[in-house]
């Protein structure tokens, strides 16, 4: 199956770091993607991952094992402006991808 | 480019009547797909297309939904007779055919259905 699996719901405080893991099972990702989404707002791409190891791109980075089917995205010096949901999504790499998509880790920042 | 346009941004119609939503995808775009969000199933795929032509529909719910490209700025998702059930999210996005191959979601339309 192409299971995707995300943790609900996550607090963190303003300045910290704070990583999302995302499992999946599946023989047919090649493909790993980041999405933010926004309470009310479209889902916006954030990372993507085809070989194993870590993308670093400014605040956020997203690692990828593929023999594990284990991904996190990390934020770095969090912002309350970070609060939103971290979509984890797989597919193919290349065009057309079909993704499938998590249910979303809903991040809440604090004070 | 003014990103990804969709109509009409909230829609609330009643239980057996026909809805219509409409999608313009980013110019030079190859890649047009159709999503719907719910709190219980999340974000799940019913069809995308690839230069106008429809490739993989199998997440179309029923055969109450249809879509159409007829040509490469726009897109229609036609759900009919609409049903409570349908409730929901439809996003539509589009890619081009190239790395990442980031796809770019529109702002959304917000069915409800009576």
């Known amino acids: 199956g192409q299971n995707i699996d995300q943790p609900t719901e996550m607090t963190a405080t303003e300045g910290a770091i704070v990583q999302i893991n995302c499992t999946y099972q599946t023989s047919g990702f090649n493909g790993l993607f980041w999405y933010q989404q926004h309470a009310g707002e479209a889902p916006t791409f954030l990372s993507y991952?085809?070989l194993d190891g870590l993308e670093e791109k400014g605040r956020f980075s997203s690692f990828l094992s593929r023999s594990k089917g284990y991904s996190y995205l990390l934020l770095k010096e969090l912002q309350m402006k970070d609060s939103a949901s971290y979509l984890c999504?797989?597919?193919?790499w290349g065009g057309g991808n079909k993704l499938t998509f998590g249910t979303g880790t809903q991040l809440k920042v604090e004070l | 480019d003014a990103g990804v346009i969709q109509s009409p941004r909230h829609e609330v119609t009643e239980m057996g009547q026909e809805v219509t939503l409409r999608c313009k995808p980013i110019s030079g775009h190859d890649y047009l797909f159709w999503y719907r969000q719910t709190m219980m199933r999340g974000l799940e795929l019913l069809i995308y297309f690839n230069n106008n032509v429809p490739i993989d529909d199998s997440g179309m719910p029923e055969d109450r939904f249809s879509a159409k490209m007829p040509n490469a700025s726009f897109s229609t998702l036609k759900i009919q007779p609409s049903e409570p059930r349908d409730s929901a999210v439809y996003f539509c996005?589009?890619?081009?055919?190239?790395?990442?191959?980031?796809?770019?979601f529109g702002p959304g339309t917000r069915l409800t259905v009576t």
């Open positions: 991952n085809v």
């Open positions: 996005a589009s890619s081009m055919d190239r790395g990442p191959y980031e796809q770019y």
């Open positions: 999504a797989g597919g193919p």
